[in-house]
C-alpha cells in the first residue's frame, strides 16, 4: 500500500536548523512530483517547496527562498526538506506530498499525502 512517512520535525530556535525527511513506497516514485507542504496553526496548508520529476522547476515559496533545500532521492525513494535559519513563522506541521505528474497541479484528487511531521520555532 501507499505510504509517505515523514521523519525529522521537532524544536528549534530561531536561526537554527531542521531536516525533514520523507520515505515513500507503495507507489512508482518517478512518475510523482515530490513537495512538502506546511500547515500553521489556523492556516490553510500551503506549499513550501516542490521538486518536479526531474530538477527542472524545483520552486520554493517565497517566504523560504534561500533557506530551505528540497531534495529528492530515486534509488531511495526519499525527499528531504533541509531548513536552515528556521523563523518562528516556519513553525507548522509539515506533510510530504506527492503529485502524479501526469495530473494537473490543481487536481489533488490523486494525491498521496503523508500523517505530517510537527515543527515549533521559538525562543
Known amino acids: 500500500q501507499v505510504q509517505l512517512v515523514e521523519s525529522g520535525g521537532g524544536q528549534a530556535k530561531p536561526g537554527g536548523s531542521l531536516t525533514l525527511s520523507c520515505s515513500a513506497s507503495?507507489?512508482?516514485?518517478?512518475?510523482?512530483?515530490m513537495s512538502w507542504y506546511r500547515q500553521a496553526p489556523g492556516s490553510e496548508r500551503k506549499l513550501v517547496a516542490r521538486?518536479?520529476?526531474?530538477?527542472?522547476?524545483?520552486d520554493y515559496d517565497d517566504s523560504v527562498k534561500g533557506r530551505f533545500t528540497i531534495a529528492r532521492d530515486g534509488a531511495k525513494n526519499t525527499v528531504t526538506l533541509q531548513m536552515n535559519n528556521l523563523k518562528p513563522e516556519d513553525t507548522g506541521v509539515y506533510y510530504c506530498?506527492?503529485?502524479?505528474?501526469?495530473?494537473?497541479?490543481?487536481?489533488?484528487?490523486?494525491?498521496?499525502w503523508g500523517q505530517g511531521t510537527h515543527v515549533t520555532v521559538s525562543v
Open positions: 507503495g507507489f512508482t516514485f518517478s512518475m510523482y512530483e
Open positions: 521538486f518536479p520529476t526531474d530538477d527542472e522547476g524545483i
Open positions: 506530498n506527492a503529485h502524479p505528474y501526469y495530473y494537473a497541479r490543481r487536481n489533488k484528487d490523486n494525491d498521496y
